[in-house]
């Protein structure tokens, strides 16, 4: 399965590794993904999604089902 949020799409980001003599090599950045299991409280059930830690963050600001909705994601796939 990729590391990416199901909520937010954030994925593994490519950069370069410097070394002390400059020489230059390919490296990834990858995101914080959790494996989270969140209440829904619009479908009466818990939903197990994979998400990163920034998404967790604004989903304690916003509330889940408003948060899945500005994101265009189904919660009942889930």
């Known amino acids: 399965m990729a590391r990416k949020c199901v909520l937010t799409g ?3 980001n490519v950069a370069n590794k410097v070394s002390h003599s400059n020489r230059k090599s390919k ?5 914080n993904i959790q494996a989270k299991r969140l209440w ?3 479908g009466n059930r818990f939903v197990r999604i994979r998400v990163s ?3 967790l963050r604004t989903i304690d600001r ?3 089902h408003v948060f899945a909705n500005e ?3 189904d919660l009942s796939k889930y």
């Open 53 to 55: 830690t920034r998404a």
């Open 27 to 31: 490296k990834y950045q990858l995101p």
């Open 10 to 12: 954030k994925r593994r």
């Open 71 to 73: 994101q265009g994601v």
């Open 40 to 42: 829904w409280a619009e």
């Open 62 to 64: 916003k509330g889940l």
